[in-house]
C-alpha cells in the first residue's frame, strides 16, 4: 500500500516523486485578526472586530518526513532536487487524507541526516488562512473526493434566465465576491437590493457571499454563471 502524502500544484508527490514518508504533520490555525477601540474613561476596550467580519492572519503548516537514501551523495542529490521544488516557492497543496481542499503557501525545507541511511526533512509551509474548495462553482464536480457526509455540491454554471430566474447558492465559511457572467444584460435581486449586469463579467462588492444559503434573482434572458471557490478553516 502507498503511503499517504501531499501533492503539489497536481504534479508531485511527497512519496511518489520524492520518496518523502510522513512521520508527523501540524496543520496551524491562523490568529484572527481583531478591532479594538480604546474609550477614554472606560473599561476595557470596544470590540469591532464582529462588525468589520473575521479576517485572519496566514497560517503554518509543518510535515516532517524522513527518506531512505542510503548515502551520502543520494542524500545531497535528494536535498538539491526537493530544495529546487520548493523552497521559497508558492505552491498548491493538496493532502491525501483532505484532498476535497487545497492549501496555498509558500515553502521552506530545513535537512538533517545523523546516519548513512536515513535522513530527516521537514517542509513548512506559509499558507493563506483558508484551505480552499477543490472545484469552484463553475468547474465540473469530482466524485472521488467529495465528502459525502459533510460535502455540498455547488454548480451555478451556465443558468438559463428566461424572464426570471431564482437561483440559490450556498456559501462556506469563507466570505467571498462572486464572479457573475451574463450573456446578456440582466438585472440581479439580492438582499433586498437590485443591482445591473452588464454583458460578460460582473463583480458586486455588495454581494458577498458567506456561509448559508443564499438568493439571487435575475430578471432578463441568456444565461448566467456564478463562480466563486469556497474555503474553510
Avoid at 6 to 35: C, Q, V, W
Avoid at 140 to 163: H, K, M, S, T
Amino acid at each position: 500500500m502507498t503511503p499517504l502524502g501531499i501533492m503539489f500544484d497536481d504534479e508531485k508527490h511527497t512519496y511518489d516523486d520524492f520518496g518523502l514518508r510522513i512521520t508527523a504533520i501540524n496543520i496551524g490555525f491562523p490568529s484572527a485578526k481583531t478591532s479594538k477601540i480604546d474609550i477614554p474613561g472606560a473599561d476595557g476596550y470596544l470590540d469591532m472586530t464582529d462588525y468589520f467580519g473575521t479576517r485572519y492572519d496566514t497560517r503554518k503548516l509543518t510535515i516532517e518526513c524522513d527518506v531512505e537514501d542510503k548515502n551520502y551523495y543520494n542524500w545531497a542529490g535528494r536535498m538539491s532536487q526537493i530544495s529546487n521544488y520548493l523552497h521559497g516557492k508558492r505552491r498548491k497543496i493538496v493532502l491525501d487524507w483532505d484532498n476535497g481542499f487545497y492549501y496555498l503557501g509558500r515553502g521552506s525545507c530545513e535537512y538533517d541526516k545523523d546516519n548513512r541511511v536515513y535522513s530527516e526533512i521537514t517542509l513548512k509551509f506559509e499558507c493563506d488562512p483558508y484551505k480552499y474548495d477543490l472545484t469552484a462553482t463553475d468547474e465540473d464536480w469530482l466524485w472521488d473526493p467529495f465528502d459525502f457526509e459533510e460535502g455540498v455540491i455547488r454548480e451555478y454554471g451556465n443558468q438559463a434566465v428566461d424572464g426570471t430566474l431564482a437561483l440559490t447558492v450556498v456559501g462556506s465559511p469563507m466570505p467571498v465576491v462572486p464572479k457573475i457572467i451574463v450573456s446578456a444584460d440582466m438585472q440581479v435581486a439580492f438582499s433586498g437590493e437590485s443591482y445591473r449586469l452588464k454583458t460578460g463579467e460582473n463583480y458586486l462588492p455588495d454581494i458577498e457571499i458567506k456561509e448559508g444559503e443564499h438568493v439571487l434573482i435575475f430578471t432578463g434572458h441568456g444565461t448566467v454563471t456564478v463562480s466563486y471557490r469556497g474555503g474553510s478553516l
